[in-house]
């Protein structure tokens, strides 16, 4: 059967000796295994979709579900500006790579992609990197069904002035049920009004921010507890990123 989609390269992996095969995020299809043949080859037509992070309109054959045979397909966005940056590259790669190891392949929806598509998008624009990344590690969290709650207490629903963060639990504690976790972050309020953002807003929406380098530290290590506690997923890309951090001026 003959299939048309939009998606997003998340993953793209040699496949014999002029081969690739390619892991798209849909809009309509979920995740999608598509195998280019000779998209290796230097003057293959194929090459430039196969690339990471290509947003394109995807023809394919495929019989009985499994691996696709990429026909043919145009570009629609080609993000080159996130290969040539290596720390652009790590943020995207970090982003693709938690999407496709959080996202089953018979899940299917549209949000999934249309926060990849905007934070890819975040990325190209010159937007904080690692505001859009914490941004869309919150909207992976709400999608697979781990949303934090930080408007109101996550224990007892009592909306206060608590700083008290709990990534065991999921979200904010008030200042009575702090002991249910001593383990809880106390959050700056620059962090909190961060965080009560990122739960609202969505990806699509997100404008210049601005924000400390103190607050995006600890930004950064809150939104690694609710990462590691919640999804306790380990990704090769993290691991990239975090020594790109240490030698980031």
Request: include cysteine; glycine fraction near 8%; charge should be positive.
């Amino acid at each position: 059967m003959l299939y048309r989609v939009q998606g997003i390269v998340i993953r793209s992996m040699d496949y014999g000796e002029g081969n690739k095969i390619i892991t798209l995020s849909t809009d309509t299809h979920g995740k999608i295994g598509i195998l280019a043949r000779g998209a290796k080859k230097v003057k293959s037509r194929h090459a430039a979709l196969t690339q990471p992070f290509t947003y394109g309109e995807y023809m394919f054959f495929r019989q009985n579900g499994g691996l696709g045979t990429l026909n043919q397909g145009e570009i629609i966005e080609s993000h080159f500006s996130l290969r040539e940056d290596l720390f652009l590259t790590a943020y995207a790669a970090y982003a693709c790579e938690l999407l496709d190891r959080t996202l089953q392949d018979d899940e299917v929806g549209s949000f999934w992609f249309s926060q990849l598509k905007a934070c890819l998008e975040g990325l190209s624009a010159g937007k904080d990197p690692q505001v859009v990344v914490h941004l869309f590690e919150m909207k992976i969290l709400q999608a697979a069904g781990y949303g934090p709650s930080f408007a109101s207490c996550v224990s007892c629903g009592v909306s206060d002035d608590s700083p008290y963060i709990s990534p065991r639990l999921g979200g904010r504690l008030c200042r009575k049920c702090r002991h249910q976790d001593p383990a809880a972050v106390k959050a700056s309020p620059g962090v909190l009004k961060l965080l009560i953002l990122f739960e609202k807003v969505d990806l699509r929406r997100l404008g210049n921010v601005e924000v400390k380098e103190e607050t995006k530290r600890e930004l950064q290590t809150l939104m690694r507890a609710f990462m590691d506690i919640q999804l306790g997923l380990k990704l090769k890309s993290q691991h990239f990123l975090d020594q790109l951090d240490k030698y980031e001026i």
